[in-house]
């Protein structure tokens, strides 16, 4: 598809050329035409034909309006893209490498969740920190991330340092709390604040930066993909067994499958009578008819309450401290 910019110029040049066409040339340049109109020092062109130009450049124009709107739908459909739920995506992708899921740092990168100098930068010098790196440390430049993303991406940071304003609940936190650990099954995979599953990942942060829309769409969303780092395979045992579940480590002649209830497998792919990779999430897609709308939007208030009372923790003592 031809950009609506590149399109809307090339319409532009045609319409101005055609346009200029219509105005008369001098007398000295065919004087002896009997189809031309002497006016002044000037020939004007048969009305048809003029005619004839005008409504052309008028189609045009007409047909350059859609073009016009489609660009600038283009812009706001990136904008709206780049909300501050995305910047957990974001965030995971591209720093947590360094900083950590929680933002709390590693042997690599800063503390940026609880660093009281990190806290203390302005969102413009968070911006042009992502944007542009640390000269002479290991922050790199993020030039691919557009103003947008890098506006979710500090959102999410923000989250992570316990800014995060007040937001309205859509149900009941504490009911949704044991649609968690009940009825939804969801700890059986997934962890929060230490309390579940391993399988999937740990929730206590989710809902931190997302909608409760954007909360409960993750959660009924249907077919669902396996996310980077979740890949899901079913083998079949030498003994017959036939195990599914995630993928943590692979190599040409061996694969790691954890299953459900968290225990490793360790196998020789050599030995195994059957070893395919799944194109689904081991997440259910049938949230819809498991719960109904009440019941989603009360998970939906626990995991945005979880994520609010996880930052009011109070730190660990350091060693230090209890020398």
Same mark, same amino acid.
């Given at each position: 598809m031809l950009c609506p910019h590149v399109v809307r110029v090339g319409l532009k040049n045609v319409i101005w050329r055609i346009f200029h066409s219509v105005k008369t040339k001098q007398i000295c340049a065919s004087t002896s035409s009997p189809r031309a109109i002497e006016c002044g020092r000037l020939l004007m062109p048969p009305i048809r034909k003029s005619l004839y130009q005008v409504g052309l450049c008028l189609t045009l124009w007409v047909l350059h309006i859609p073009f016009l709107q489609a660009g600038q739908n283009l812009s706001s459909d990136q904008e709206e893209k780049a909300t501050p739920a995305a910047g957990r995506s974001i965030f995971n992708s591209s720093c947590a490498g360094c900083h950590g899921l929680d933002g709390r740092g590693s042997d690599k990168a800063a503390? #940026?969740?609880?660093?009281? +100098?990190?806290?203390? &930068?302005? =969102?413009?010098?968070?911006? %042009? #920190? #992502?944007?542009?790196? #640390?000269? *002479?440390? %290991?922050?790199?430049?993020?030039?691919?991330?557009?103003? %947008?993303?890098?506006?979710?991406?500090?959102?999410?940071?923000?989250?992570?340092? *316990? +800014?995060? $304003?007040?937001?309205?609940?859509?149900?009941?936190?504490?009911r949704g709390k044991e649609l968690f650990f009940g009825k939804g099954d969801c700890s059986s995979c997934h962890t929060i604040s230490g309390k579940g599953g391993f399988l999937g990942p740990d929730l206590t942060d989710h809902g931190a930066a997302a909608s409760a829309n954007a909360i409960r769409d993750e959660i009924v969303r249907s077919p669902r993909a396996p996310s980077l780092g979740y890949?899901?395979?079913? @083998?079949?045992?030498?003994? *017959?067994?036939?195990?599914? %579940? &995630?993928?943590?480590? $692979?190599?040409?002649?061996?694969?790691? @499958?954890?299953? +459900?209830?968290?225990?490793?497998?360790?196998? +020789?792919?050599?030995?195994?009578?059957?070893?395919?990779?799944?194109?689904?999430?081991?997440?259910?897609?049938?949230?819809?008819?498991?719960?109904? =709308?009440? $019941? @989603?939007?009360?998970l939906v208030s626990y995991l945005m309450a979880t994520s609010a009372t996880s930052k009011a923790v109070t730190p660990r003592k350091k060693e230090d401290d209890d020398e």
């Open positions: 503390n #940026i969740s609880a660093d009281t +100098k990190a806290q203390h &930068l302005a =969102d413009a010098q968070l911006s %042009g #920190i #992502i944007s542009n790196g #640390i000269p *002479g440390t %290991g922050m790199p430049a993020f030039h691919g991330l557009n103003e %947008g993303q890098v506006r979710a991406l500090v959102g999410y940071v923000r989250s992570l340092q *316990g +800014k995060v $304003e007040e937001r309205a609940l859509p149900g009941d936190a504490k890949r899901t395979a079913v @083998l079949t045992t030498p003994s *017959g067994d036939r195990l599914e %579940g &995630l993928v943590r480590n $692979e190599d040409n002649f061996s694969v790691q @499958l954890q299953t +459900k209830d968290g225990s490793f497998h360790c196998l +020789k792919k050599a030995e195994l009578r059957n070893f395919e990779h799944l194109d689904r999430s081991l997440m259910p897609a049938n949230y819809r008819e498991l719960l109904d =709308d009440s $019941e @989603l939007n009360d």
